[in-house]
């Protein structure tokens, strides 16, 4: 057929579908307007008659499932549209790493061997309860070594005679908070003082180890109407299975000291009973309850743990900076008012022991700041370091959440002095850590040297990076 003869056969066809179309173009517009429309109408109804056509009969044309992809098995796998995560939480998460360097000979950290700028290394049993508790944070560089290494500096000891004291001591009277400059080490004392508690096997240890995850809306909630608060029941299956795994030894010597009963959520649930013969382990490990049961778990987690004295209790709070910096939570009631800070159940048990509303017959409580948060003048004025304006903004400075930290002990963590870097960077050349370059250009002094510099005068972190990433 000539082209001639298929522009009019679509031409007219046109016309005979489209009437009304016609019409409403010659009393409306201009021949010209009138037109146009034909030629657009008729061009995309030419387009598809001539693709229908030209298109060949291919009868045996397999259909592709979008979305899937073949495997050598002949098995058909998702495709993913990649990971949701930015680059170093992918890394991080996959564990897409090359095996880390290995030191020998190292001692592990315990109470007995705390030799000043002694690079030592966690028993199996310490690394496997720390790696539970989410001690190891990703950007510490802990990956490096096989088994994390760490450092005996000056506030090593101070860590270690904290725990000492919180054997025989309540936790009223045990309370520091470690502050200073990001990546100056107070998140690896934390993770010394949990080791050196759990190396004393009767103490147990509740870790809080990203309190910004309390506060800053990532989390369901619900008011329970019995303990007449907000629980956020994910975090607390995580922190609930935390607690069960580094401490389930202790927890199973701990009987509790009353009967308890949990109501079921539902009518047709039927209520879970505890006795006196059970123990704390089987509290936490009670796998018939229900998600919005496990504040009531927690709460009577917490109040056996008070009423006992046959075990030091260690709570050790990382980020506690975001909770003083966020005390107007993104969570919000039926009213669509946003939650304040103490309305939520986890963060209200804290300020009662920071502010020795409740203590510990024995036990201590460790809190760490982060720079990733705000400067906060209700944290610093709480802990004596500054004293408010009158005229500070609410929003800036909380006077009651301030009022309830006036008792913890601040700690700055210094830097570290060049005798440590020394100790670190002479480890680093015993594991090749080092570029093979740097090496052959510089001796070990002039290695140090530089280094110190570099860490701005004994930063730990930037110390790493100097020696890991400025190649």
Known sequence: MKINEIWESVYVNDLQRKPSLINICSAQHSPMLRLNTLVRSSTRSFSSSVSLQAAPNTSKTKAIA????????????????????????????????????????????????????????????????????????????????????????????????????????????????????????????????????????????????????????????????????????????????????????????????????????????????????HTLSDLVQATNLAPRQRGRVFQILIQELLNQDSHPVLVTVDNFSAITSHPITPYRNVENKQLYVEELQITKTLFQLTSNEVSFKKGGVILATSSDDKPSVTLKHGLGLIAADPYTKESDFNRTLASKITTVKPITVGKLQKECVGKLVEKYIEANAFNKTELENNNHQNLIDQKYVLSGNGNPLELLKSITMYH
Request: proline share 3%; hydrophobic share 35%.
């Open 66 to 277: 979008k979305g899937f992809k073949g495997s050598a098995t002949g098995k058909k796998s998702r495709k993913t549209a990649g990971s949701f995560r930015f680059f170093e939480d992918h890394v991080h998460y996959a564990k897409n790493r090359e095996p880390g360097f290995e030191l020998s000979n190292l001692e592990t950290l315990n109470p007995t061997t705390l030799d000043l700028n002694k690079v030592v290394s966690y028993s199996e049993q310490q690394l496997q309860k720390l790696i539970q508790a989410g001690s190891f944070k990703k950007d510490q560089f802990h990956e490096l070594f096989k088994t994390p290494i760490t450092l005996i500096r000056d506030e090593t000891s101070t860590m270690a005679q904290f725990v000492q004291d919180i054997a025989t001591t309540p936790s009223s009277q045990n309370k520091i908070c470690l502050i200073g400059e990001r990546g100056i080490g107070k998140s690896t004392l934390l993770t010394q003082a949990q080791a050196l508690a759990i190396s004393q096997s009767n103490t147990i240890v509740i870790p809080i180890s990203h309190a910004l995850k309390l506060v800053d809306g990532s989390n369901d909630f619900f008011y329970d109407s019995k303990l007449q608060t907000y629980t956020q029941p994910m975090y607390l299956k995580k922190l609930l299975s935390k607690i069960e795994y580094i401490n389930k030894e202790l927890l199973s010597q701990i009987q509790l000291s009353q009967d308890y009963v949990i109501e079921g959520v539902t009518k047709d649930k039927a209520a879970t009973k505890f006795n006196q013969k």
